[in-house]
């Protein structure tokens, strides 16, 4: 998995170089700066209304019994507050797209869609697997003496 993300990571990093060389030249090293700045706040701003809209819509939704229904358009509007505070033109362009309303809502929904939970997730039963195992049934009126554990020295 790391391998996977390492290749297009480097092209990112790359591109974001390249940017950051092509536009700086045509704006300015201050206007540059600025920008990078300005985003870097504007992302850490999201973040944090983001996080304290979040908060309180989860804790009034499960206080109810129900699932909060905009999980995914919260997780978006914080992953545009990231992308806006890492430095680059790149992530800033992207970040500046997530903060549209109407493409968050429907790239929340095609995501919704693609990740639809199933019964049973992440068990696989096998009916052909035998664990082989040993116990030894302890007396419950039989405790047996509490010393120090090798967890609790110090």
């Not at 940017?19 to 600025?34: E, K």
């Not at 804790?59 to 806006?84: F, K, Q």
């Amino acid at each position: 998995m790391k391998m996977r993300l390492f290749g297009p990571m480097i092209v990112l990093m790359l591109v974001e170089i390249a940017l950051f060389i092509t536009l700086g030249g045509a704006i300015g090293l201050l206007a540059s700066l600025g920008i990078i700045l300005g985003t870097g706040i504007l992302g850490s701003a999201i973040l944090r209304q983001t996080g304290a809209n979040m908060a309180v819509e989860m804790r009034a939704a499960m206080s109810g019994g129900a699932l909060p229904g905009m999980a995914g358009d919260h997780g978006l509007r914080m992953l545009a507050g990231v992308l806006l505070i890492l430095p680059g033109f790149l992530g800033d362009m992207l970040g500046g797209l997530l903060l549209i309303g109407p493409l968050r809502r429907w790239i929340a929904g095609k995501a919704a869609n693609r990740l639809r939970p199933t019964a049973g997730f992440g068990v696989h039963p096998r009916p052909d697997v035998v664990i082989d195992a040993e116990f030894i049934e302890l007396d419950p009126s039989e405790t047996p003496p509490r010393g120090p554990s090798g967890w609790t020295r110090h």
